[in-house]
């Protein structure tokens, strides 16, 4: 089964700082892989996609990921994290044989001042 | 327009109560999702359907009913549910056609169960 793992539970950076947020995907087949983001009490935004047309996928909000097939790596990035940037952010892969999304278990950015 | 529409978005129920939770799209999509997401921990899938027709039950227990009356409407009916049933709901909806499954969320139902 298809998987994806994200390193960090929380990340804490700075206003104008870069943020990066990583994500691992575990697939024999290239994958589908997505990132979400979730606001407090709200649900789910999708942020961007890779289906494989484009290994730099860039998003909404200036958000953009790198997917790299030697590293199995779909990690997310900005160059300049927001104050309203801070969310709950989940890493999916779509299993396209059962058209579920597995997630990831989350990273939670905080961005101070 | 990617809007998936949920009602109500809280609901408090007792555990006797039966209640629905109610999930609309207008975006032509064929395949729609119940997940169930806990606190501080990634959504977790219940059930599929694609067509109109359930296609995937994640082992759910049966106080919980979904039905697909059409292809813009998802319900899921709840029944003597459990205090451990409290959760924000989620809904999501994506096009059938191609491989992606590109999922659109609704902002969900908050349910506590008392």
């Known amino acids: 089964a298809q998987s994806v793992t994200q390193l960090g539970s929380h990340v804490s950076v700075s206003e104008g700082a870069l943020v990066l947020l990583r994500c691992n995907y575990s697939?024999?087949?290239?994958?589908?892989l997505f990132w979400y983001v979730q606001y407090p009490n709200q649900g789910l935004q999708l942020l961007l996609k890779y289906t494989s047309a484009a290994t730099l996928v860039k998003g909404i909000n200036g958000f953009e990921a790198e997917f790299k097939k030697s590293e199995t790596s779909f990690h997310l990035t900005k160059p300049s994290a927001h104050m309203s940037d801070a969310a709950e952010y989940f890493c999916?892969?779509?299993?396209?044989?059962?058209?579920?999304?597995?997630f990831g278990s989350g990273t939670r950015l905080q961005v101070q001042p | 327009d990617t809007e998936v529409t949920q009602t109500p978005k809280h609901l408090v129920m007792g555990m006797t109560n039966k209640k629905s939770l109610k999930c609309e799209q207008h975006?032509?999509?064929?395949?729609m999702y119940w997940y169930k997401q806990k606190a501080k921990k990634p959504p977790e899938l219940m059930f599929v359907y694609s067509y109109e027709k359930l296609s995937i039950n994640e082992s759910v227990p049966s106080r919980f009913s979904p039905e697909c009356p059409n292809s813009s409407l998802l319900n899921l009916h709840l029944h003597a549910l459990q205090p451990e049933d409290s959760a924000l709901y989620l809904c999501?909806?994506?096009?059938?056609?191609?491989?992606?499954?590109?999922?659109?969320f609704g902002a969900g139902t908050r349910l506590s169960v008392l």
């Open positions: 975006m032509g999509h064929r395949a």
């Open positions: 999916a892969v779509s299993d396209t044989g059962r058209r579920a999304l597995t």
């Open positions: 697939s024999s087949v290239p994958p589908y």
């Open positions: 999501a909806s994506s096009p059938l056609a191609g491989e992606e499954n590109i999922q659109y």
